[in-house]
Each structure stands twice: as C-alpha cells, then as structure tokens.
C-alpha cells in the first residue's frame, strides 16, 4: 500500500505537470525580452509591420543609428559623396542616409558606468565599516540606527527629490556625477549595512579574537581576519547596488538634465525621423540589459538576500 | 594540597580572563573599540544626514511655506498649515491616492496568487528546476523604466506584439486593443506590466518560505492520514504566510511610490486615470512648481507609507510568533 516514493519526495506525475506548467510560465514571460533583441536587429520599417514580423532579414541599422545621428538624403547627395569607409557607412548609404552628427547615447551609458561604479564603491565601503560596526561592537541605539537607516528607504523618491534638487541647486551639484554619485551612495549604504551586517555576523568572533592574542591590533583583525571572510558578501553585495544604481530612474529624470543624465531616462527619448527610432530604442535597451542579466545569472544564489535587505536567508 | 588546587585555579581562571576579548582590548595599542565602533558608523550616518535627514527637514520647512522653487528671489511667506488644508481637501490628490490604492491592491493579489503558485510549483523540485527559475527571475533585475518604455512599444495597437496576440486569441480587431490609450484599459496595462515584472520576486520569497518547512512536519501528517488538500491548508499556507507577509510589505512599500513605469508608459494618462500620487506629486512639484504645497503632500505621502508600514510589521510579528 505504500507509495514508490517517499512522502516528502513528490510524485512523478505532480513533477511533470509543475514542470510544464513552470516552463511554459517562463516562456511567456520571456517574450517581451525576446522580443527586445528582435526588435534591435530589424530594420525600422520590419519593425513596425504588421502583423509583427517573426521572420526577417537581419539588420544592424538599430545599433548603427543608436551610435550616429542620420537623417535621410537624395540618392543623388549620397552618390556625390566619397566612398564608404566602414560596415556602418555602407548599411547607412544603402538606404541613403548619412551621419549627421553624433549621437548622445555613448555619453550617456558613459554616465551610467561611472556615477553606478562610483556610488557602489563608496556605498559598499562605508556598508562594510559601518555593517562592521554594528555587528562586533556594542554601539548605543543600535536597533534604532539600524532601524533609521533601512527607513530611509520608504520615502518616495519624488518626494525627497524636491529639497535634494534646491540643495544641489545651491551646493552646484545638480546635473554633476558628483551630486548624483553621493545621492546613489545615500540610497545604497542602507542596503549594504543591513546586507553585509548579515554577512559579516556569520563570521566568528573568534578568528578576530585569535588574531588579537596573536597580537593583532583590532584594525588588523579586521583588515586581514574579517575582510577576506567577507569577500564573498562584499561582492554580492556590490553587484545590488550596482544593479539599483544602473537600473533608476526617478533620481536621474528629476535631477539631470544634460551633462550627467544616465541611460535610463536617455534611452525613452530617442527620436528617428516620423516617430520613435524603435530598433534604436531596442538596441539601446540590449545592451543596456545584457550587464544586469549576466549578473542575475552570477547572483542567482544570493538573490533572496539582497532584494530583502537580508530579512530572508537561504 | 587545598594551596596548590588554589593556585591552579588561580591561574587557570587568570590565563582565560587573559583570553577574554576586554582583557585583549586593554591591550591593544591605538585606537580603543570605541573609538572604531564610532569612527567606522559614523561616515554612513553622516551622509544619510546630509542626503536623507536634512532634505526631509528641509522639506517639512518647506511645506509650512508658500516656496516656490522657480522663483528663489520671491519673498517666502510662512502659511502656517494652509497647504496642507489644501492638499487634504484637493479632490484630485484624493483621486491619486484612489489609484495608488487600487494599483497596490491589484499588483499585491495577482503577484502573490501566481508568485506563490510558482514557488508552491518549483518546490517539487523537477529536473532543470534551478534553470527556469533563473530564467523567471530575470525581469525584476531589469530598470523598471527601460522595461516600461518597452512595453509601451508592446502596447501600440497597430504594431505591438501585445495587441496582435489578444486579437489572435479572441478575435477582437487591434483597433480596439488601446491598452495605454483607454481609460478603462489604461490602468490594467500597468498592472500587467507590473505583474509581468514583480512576480518573480513574490515567487522567490515564497520559495524560501516553502524551503523552509521541515519534512517530518508533512510525515507526521501522512502518519495521520491527513488529505494533500488538508495538509496544504494545515501546514504549507500558515508555515510560508510570514514570508508571503514579507513579501506583500516589501511589494506594498514599492508600489505605493510607484514611479518610473507610470511615467513611462502613460504619464498618469490618459487624463488622469493613472495618476497615481508618486505622479501626482511629480506635476504639483515640477510642473506647477508648487514647492510647499507639493512638500505637505509629500511629508503626508511619507507618513502614510510609515505608518502602514508601522502597522503591518506588528502584525507581521505576530503571526511570526505564532
């Protein structure tokens, strides 16, 4: 009478159909991202069809108008000009366009690059003091600081936007990395105490200790007994504040404008000639996305922790 | 014989008070715990001063003013509480918290019923299990404005992928697929999106949830011949609901700001259908350039997310406790 597999091991019938139904889940929701990179390799006019095209001629002009400026010319201008010198000069002659200047979108993920890095440097460096802090030594209100700094995190962004901006206003610091590094740092350090807090209380005191009876100082202990415990926590928790500060937007539409806008309030606003660039836009967005999905892959087993502040172990 | 039992207790409890970390700390040479404790807290306190603490007292400053920040050199006159009077009986700003509510209401029971019937599904473990939940889990890692300016693309009814697909599936013409442009859709075509997005992240709470009820729970019902219905609802609901509970708070908290996606895709239209109060404040703050009346609004946003929040997190203890 008893069943072939254990009673906690599921049926192998009740597995099929959870893996069919969890799949199939995982198609539809992959879609849209598929969907995406199509897009980026269609020409615009394959992009607009309709019905949608699934079959198409693959064509890099997405990627090409993403990094130029064209606009379109009479056959008989393009054929007056000297010959193409590169792949892209050609695709873009083909349809007689020309680079009429260069595009903002090289700047603008440059943008993206430094201020994400730069405030994930100092997020994650002043997480780990402080995470450290908090976790070796009695420290005064410890509950409430703690509790203080994960609250920062309710406040809606547009909310605190208003007196951030007269305040950069005044200290020159709107539309500067600079102002939006140390904005981004702000936002990130709650996530990188209470993370690394976490981490960092699985380490046991007593590596530190014996390192202090060995004659260690306590910053000793902590620099070569303590940090290299870490490594792995410091580096997961890294790559969440990389991924926050690369992915917002409200900070970055609010706050600049020109010199420091970001990618993500840049990438909606690029225009073709008639509409939206589509494959622009799509180009855009892939390469825009393919950082954060190698880092999801990366991250897979440390996911739980850092979108629940640590609440959540595995 | 009691002299020497003595000394070697002496010196036994001696070499372990030596070993304690106080008797180390006396020690150390520099800086005393204190000191590092203080010196290693404090960057990190200080700049949340600076850029969280200082611009929310600025902004309550602010929301007793008639400030407006497109005019710096206008005399500021203090309003007392007018503003916000204002604000509380501006029939728009209610409209907005109406659509912030039923945005949060609908995106909380969509991702938790599929979210957690995923988690409840890759709990069997199958082969390549580990896989298709990478996979899941993907569009939550994703900036939620690049997402939304995409699926408004997806939306476009004579080019999208999303019409063309529902008039497939029911026949409707994609003329009348206007999800961004109808009132009654508008709304809707945010949640999808939202859903789209969000679910995994329901999905891996539940999951560790589910992981961590032990096995000999679901024994011991089996040795009682307890039905698979029964021992859901008996054991898998009331063990995984503080997680389900976390993961509506954390959802709940994220939703009520809601920002980037609405802006993309609808810009709180059309006419005001999606304006939701992240929205809302953005236009009274940024376009109208109403500076105090935006920051009462705001300082009364920011009570209301903490003091929900406040009173979700006792309950939450409470059934943790259970």
Redesign the interface.
């Known amino acids: 009478m008893t069943a072939a597999h254990s009673v906690v091991e599921p049926s192998p019938t009740s597995k099929r159909v959870a893996a069919t139904l969890v799949i199939l889940y995982a198609l539809i929701t992959m879609v849209p991202l598929v969907w995406i990179f199509l897009t980026s390799i269609k020409s615009p006019p394959d992009s607009i069809s309709y019905p949608p095209k699934i079959l198409f001629t693959p064509s890099l002009e997405g990627y090409c108008n993403l990094f130029t400026t064209r606009t379109r010319q009479t056959p008989d201008y393009i054929a007056s000009l000297p010959p193409p010198s590169n792949l892209c000069d050609e695709v873009t002659r083909e349809r007689n366009m020309v680079i009429a200047g260069p595009s903002n979108f090289l700047p603008r993920f440059a943008n993206s690059l430094i201020i994400a890095f730069g405030s994930t440097f100092l997020a994650v460096g002043l997480g780990t003091l402080a995470a450290y802090g908090f976790s070796r030594f009695k420290v005064p209100l410890a509950d409430d600081l703690l509790f203080f700094i994960l609250s920062t995190r309710m406040m809606p962004p547009i909310a605190v936007a208003i007196p951030i901006y007269l305040m950069y206003r005044q200290l020159g610091l709107s539309d500067t990395a600079l102002g939006m590094i140390l904005l981004y740092t702000a936002v990130n350090v709650s996530l990188a105490v209470w993370l690394l807090k976490g981490f960092i209380d699985e380490i046991p005191r007593e590596y530190e200790e014996a390192a202090m009876i060995d004659g260690y100082t306590r910053l000793q202990a902590f620099r070569k007994v303590v940090l290299p415990q870490a490594t792995t926590g410091i580096a997961a928790t890294a790559i969440f504040c990389l991924i926050f500060a690369w992915n917002e937007y409200a900070f970055a539409a609010l706050l600049t404008s020109g010199t420091a806008q970001t990618a993500p309030p840049f990438i909606p606003t690029i225009i073709g000639e008639g509409g939206q660039d589509w494959p622009a836009v799509a180009a855009g967005t892939t390469i825009f996305l393919v950082p954060i999905l190698v880092f999801t892959i990366l991250l897979r087993k440390q996911l739980l922790r850092g979108i629940t502040f640590g609440a959540v172990r595995k | 014989m009691t002299a020497s039992h003595e000394t070697l207790t002496d010196k036994m409890t001696e070499a372990a008070v030596r070993?304690t970390?106080q008797a180390?700390?006396r020690r150390?040479?520099?800086?005393s715990?204190?000191a590092?404790?203080?010196?290693?807290?404090a960057?990190?306190?200080v700049?949340?001063l600076?850029?969280?603490?200082?611009?929310?007292f600025?902004?309550i400053y602010?929301s007793f003013t008639n400030y407006r920040?497109n005019r710096?050199n206008a005399v500021v006159q203090n309003v007392g509480l007018g503003n916000y009077e204002r604000v509380l009986n501006d029939p728009d700003i209610w409209a907005s918290m109406q659509t912030t509510a039923h945005f949060v209401f609908w995106t909380i029971v969509l991702q938790t019923v599929i979210g957690f019937g995923?988690a409840f599904?890759?709990d069997?473990?199958?082969?390549?299990?580990?896989f298709?939940?990478?996979?899941?889990?993907?569009?939550?890692?994703?900036?939620?404005?690049?997402?939304g300016?995409?699926?408004r693309?997806?939306y476009e009814p004579?080019?999208?992928?999303f019409a063309?697909a529902v008039s497939f599936l029911t026949g409707i013409p994609?003329s009348e697929i206007q999800m961004l442009g109808s009132v009654n859709l508008a709304p809707w075509a945010i949640i999808i999106v939202d859903t789209?997005m969000w679910t995994?992240?329901v999905m891996?709470?539940c999951l560790?949830g589910l992981?961590s009820i032990p096995?000999y729970i679901?024994?011991a019902a089996?040795v009682d011949r307890a039905s698979n219905w029964r021992q859901f609802w008996s054991i898998t609901v009331p063990m995984a609901l503080p997680?389900i509970m976390?993961a509506v708070l954390?959802r709940g908290?994220e939703n009520?700001?809601m920002?980037?996606m609405v802006?993309?895709l609808t810009g709180g239209g059309p006419g005001s259908t999606t304006e939701v109060?992240?929205i809302a404040?953005?236009r009274a703050?940024?376009e109208a350039w109403a500076?105090g009346r935006?920051?009462a609004f705001?300082?009364i946003?920011?009570v209301a997310?903490?003091g929900l929040?406040n009173i979700y997190v006792k309950a939450l203890n409470k059934v943790k406790q259970r």
């Open positions: 070993a970390p180390v700390a150390v040479r520099g800086l715990d204190r590092i404790a203080w010196l290693f807290i960057p990190t306190i700049l949340l600076a850029i969280n603490i200082f611009p929310l600025w902004a602010l920040a710096p995923l599904l890759l069997r473990k199958f082969r390549g299990h580990a298709w939940t990478t996979l899941i889990l993907i569009p939550m890692m994703l900036s939620p404005a690049v997402v300016n995409f699926w693309f997806l004579q080019i999208g992928l063309y994609t789209w995994p992240y891996l709470i560790a992981r096995d679901y024994e089996e997680f976390l954390f908290i009520f700001k920002f980037d802006n993309l109060a992240s404040l953005k703050a940024f500076t935006s920051s705001a300082i946003l920011f997310v903490f929040a």
